[in-house]
């Protein structure tokens, strides 16, 4: 049974149980239905099994060894993923999102952070290259080491994920890839390719491209089962409307007509005509030939009602994503148009 046809069940039980709400007590009456399927681990649903069923089919259409859904984002996945992976050390970025430091520092790990240069001329990092992991590697002499990166950055650039996971595997050094901005990559020829078939873990948050709600997320594995870790780091009274959510979110991201709607918002934000700066098409980066980012970000704003999601000196970053509408982009061209783009 699928997680969420268990939630459509019905019963006449009664629960003298968690949680305390009943399924009726609905203190915010919008959310109603969301108190009606918020279910705990009880006989008459028991539904640890629905999950796992679940979760076995989506590493089937992934393609890994195991796939986990995550109802405490990216962060949790990437804590989880350091200690299933079992490393003594860990090579992390010093600029990466502060999970990683974390993670590390709660698997008693031997810290080892690397510096990446910043691009001056649009105000960001970029990813890591397969010469700076080339480098990092040399100085490994330690087994039991993962390379934790984030591919893509915040800013949509890519690394060479193939290259890096070839390269890791000659080193004998365990892969971590931080893809929790590239929940599309795996469903769509036309964004950079997703690590989870190559890493040895990948984390990636439904919640921030790919139309899932806050904070649904994914670890993926093709080396130790994760369980043991996630049970260290998570609730042991999960969503399972949230956890449903997840299921019919990868349902319809490998659905024919989930693929289409990817194919459309890729295709309508072509038709924006904007220069290529980076390797992900869905996180519009504007530099503007004459306005700072900071400038443009809020002329956007106050003149359009267009709100960014980051901003800079030098560049503004707008995240496109499977609710971003034509009605929106088509705003946004008219926006651009005005400011000479
Ligand atoms: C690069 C990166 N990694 C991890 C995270 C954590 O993701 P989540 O919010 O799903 O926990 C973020 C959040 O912004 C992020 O930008």
Redesign the pocket.
Known sequence: MSLISLLKRKTNKSFFTTPSHGGRLFLFHKFYQWYKKDISEVDAYNPTEALKNAESRASKIYGTKYTKF?I???????IAAIMASECKNILIWDN??I??KNGAELAGCNIMEYSLPKDENLGVYKTITLDEVKNLLLDIKNKDTALLI?SP??EGFAANIEGISKLCRQHDVKLIV?E??GALYPFSDELPESAVKYADYT?Q?L??TAGGI??T?LLHSNDNNPDKALSKITTTSPSYPMLATIEANINYLNSSKGKKHLRHLISDIRQLNLPTINDDITKILLKHPTMSGFELSEALYDKYGIEDERTNEKTTLLLCGLGTTKKMLNKLKKALNNMSF
Do not use: E, F, R
Request: glycine letters at 8%.
């Open positions: 995550l405490n984002g990216s962060t949790s996945g990437i990466a999102h999970c990683h984030t950055t915040y931080d929790a901005h984390i948050s919640h921030k806050n904070p997320a």
